[in-house]
């Protein structure tokens, strides 16, 4: 990949989270990277096409980084407490505005949309991560996975509106309570 259209989907991600994708226009996409308009659209057909791969590397980075927690260092419920401390230090930074997953959905809502497409697939990454975690313990639980990413996404919209780390403590403390039920 070009070092400029690593530039675009890098700004206009950053853009995205913190203003929103339909508030986010070309023209400010071009006025932060300093890139024309038509190098833009050398690298990106269309303002979707550039959502859906900012969408798209931004899961790619969370997913490799799920992958450096390591099962043999760590113990089955730290794996699945880390994405909740991963929350935590987010929320702390100030930099905090809900999943962009998630956000992405609510400004796309057809599922046959490219962009709520990738939204999908990152969720389905997600429950298999979660699932990943949980074989370190040998369990296969479908529906515990589903549990515990209900209570992840339960944070992440509770702390939307209220960016109180308490959630978060509230809520590594049911999943610690339902690994041990």
């Known amino acids: 990949m070009s070092k400029k259209k690593q530039q675009l989907i890098d700004i206009a991600l950053n853009l995205f ?10 023209d400010r996409i071009v006025e932060v990277s300093g890139i024309s ?6 690298h990106f ?17 969370q ?21 909740f401390d991963e929350l935590e230090a987010l929320v702390q930074s100030k930099h905090f505005s809900g999943c962009v997953f998630l956000n992405a959905s609510a400004e796309y809502p057809d599922e046959d949309n ?3 497409r990738v939204a999908i697939a990152h969720k389905a990454a997600s429950l298999a991560e979660t699932k990943r975690r949980l074989a ?9 996975a ?8 339960g ?12 959630l978060i403590r509230a809520a590594k403390k049911a999943l610690t309570a339902l690994l041990k039920s």
């Open 114 to 116: 490219l962009i709520h």
């Open 136 to 144: 370190t313990i040998e369990n296969t639980d479908d529906n515990l």
């Open 37 to 42: 308009k038509t190098t833009m659209y050398r």
């Open 155 to 166: 944070a992440v919209s509770r702390l939307l509106v209220q960016q109180d780390l308490g």
């Open 146 to 153: 589903l549990t515990i990413e209900l209570i992840y996404e």
């Open 17 to 26: 989270m913190s203003e929103g994708f339909h508030a986010t226009g070309i």
């Open 45 to 61: 057909e269309s303002k979707e096409v550039l959502i859906r791969d900012a969408l798209l590397a931004f899961s790619q980075r």
């Open 63 to 83: 997913q490799a980084a799920w992958e450096l927690d390591d099962p043999h260092l760590l113990s089955a419920e730290q794996l699945l407490l880390a994405r």
